[in-house]
């Protein structure tokens, strides 16, 4: 593994793993290919050393051929996707567009090098995908393991197993050497505020609503996004070619818990730092009352799924991955990211809060 392209590299994980890459291996060539749509931020690549951005659609086949051939690149680690499920039920056609068509265009484009034109060089296609694509489980149902079959239920979910399929015929068909991590809810920095931590921290500072799906029942497994990034790097590592592997955080909780210790957490900020009050003052927090009184339930989500659960003892067994990052903690440490880096969260705002 000498050169990389990392596409999606501007978004929320794609970000961290070309910092962490960057940091494990400094003389790594690191292209990122993203079309620095909403999601994506050059801001987010702040900092990081000796990186190209080439701002381009991954459905540019020729494109990304040409990447390929005259950077050299022998692993591609594919993030570059429309990952929001609320905006796959809004509007599905540019979840096809970039997660099958998109994908197709950079499997069309690695074959077409890396078999095709004979290189014979040594090549890898990472493909990230998630753990929505099985669908939802019941509460004593046993949690997901690679041979749990897809049943993806939201537009997004279909999209990404779509996009899987694809990866896997590529591997049968073709021989291209390619591995999945199948992830669950990632959190941490860099998280567009659209996403339930980033989005419930940033309201809790403005004092507004926090809207809760449904009865806040669902489960979902949270998985630090530094631990994401080394399950990455040991698959590429340790992954035999063809296989998928499920990653998670080992902490598997209902929705509102997650927001209650949002609240706590971000009440607990407040307290330690009485400047933040000053800064936010339209926060209960800062009157020393709990962000707890935001709480609103709102209608659920069409389609909501129950409960995900990641069994991951593949991954343990096979590629060496145990999670480090307990949540209590990750999510202190990443609400303090949000207060300590205003600047780059406040400009992606849809509006200004009050
Ligand atoms: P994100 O929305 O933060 O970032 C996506 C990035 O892809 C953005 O930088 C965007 O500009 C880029 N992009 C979108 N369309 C593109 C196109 N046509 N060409 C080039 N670039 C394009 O997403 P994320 O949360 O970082 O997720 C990364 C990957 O991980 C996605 O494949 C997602 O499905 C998967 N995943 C995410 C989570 C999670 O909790 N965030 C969980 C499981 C799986």
């Known amino acids: ?18 910092r962490h890459l ?21 801001a987010s690549l702040a900092g990081i050393d000796d ?36 905006r796959s039920i809004e509007g599905p056609d540019a979840f096809i567009e970039t997660n099958v068509i998109g994908t197709h265009s950079l499997l069309k484009a690695a074959k077409a090098e890396w078999l095709d034109a ?17 669908g939802s489980l019941e509460a004593d149902d046993p949690a997901f393991s690679e041979t749990t079959p897809y049943a993806p239920n939201s537009p997004y979910s279909a999209s990404k197993a779509s996009a899987d399929h694809l990866v896997r015929a590529y591997h049968h068909t073709f021989g291209l050497v390619t591995t999945t991590t199948n992830c669950s809810n990632n959190y941490g ?33 949270w998985l630090h996004v530094t631990d994401h990034c080394r399950a990455i790097e040991a698959c590429l590592q340790r992954g035999v070619p063809g296989e998928t592997y499920n990653v998670g955080g080992g902490e598997e909780l209902p929705n509102i818990t997650v927001v209650d210790k ?36 709102v209608t659920d989500r069409k389609g909501h799924d129950r409960r995900y659960a990641i069994d991951e003892r593949k991954a343990r067994a096979d590629l060496g991955y145990v999670p480090e990052r307990d949540f209590a903690q990750g999510l202190r440490e990443t609400i303090a990211w949000y207060l300590a880096n205003e600047d780059w969260w406040r400009p992606l705002l849809p509006r200004s809060p009050d």
């Open 51 to 86: 990186i190209d951005l080439i701002v381009a659609d991954i459905r540019d086949t020729d494109l990304v051929r040409d990447l390929l051939r005259t950077r050299q690149i022998d692993t591609i680690v594919h993030f570059a996707a429309e990952s929001h499920v609320d």
């Open 189 to 221: 920095p860099y998280q567009f505020p659209e996403k339930l931590i980033p989005l419930f921290v940033i309201r809790a500072l403005h004092g507004q609503k926090l809207p809760i799906y449904g009865d806040g029942m669902n489960v979902r497994d």
């Open 1 to 18: 593994m000498d050169n990389f392209l990392i596409t999606g590299g501007a978004g929320f994980i794609g970000s961290n793993f070309v």
């Open 118 to 134: 004979g290189s014979g060089r040594p090549h890898k296609f990472h493909n990230i995908s998630t753990d929505e694509v099985f």
């Open 262 to 297: 949002i609240c706590a957490a971000v009440d607990a900020a407040f307290e330690a730092d009485l400047r933040l009050a000053e800064r936010f003052p339209a926060s209960p927090a800062a009157q020393g009352r709990s962000c707890a009184e935001l709480k609103s339930y």
């Open 22 to 42: 960057r940091d494990q291996e400094p003389g790594r060539g690191i292209v990122v290919l993203d079309l620095l749509t909403y999601a994506g931020n050059r």
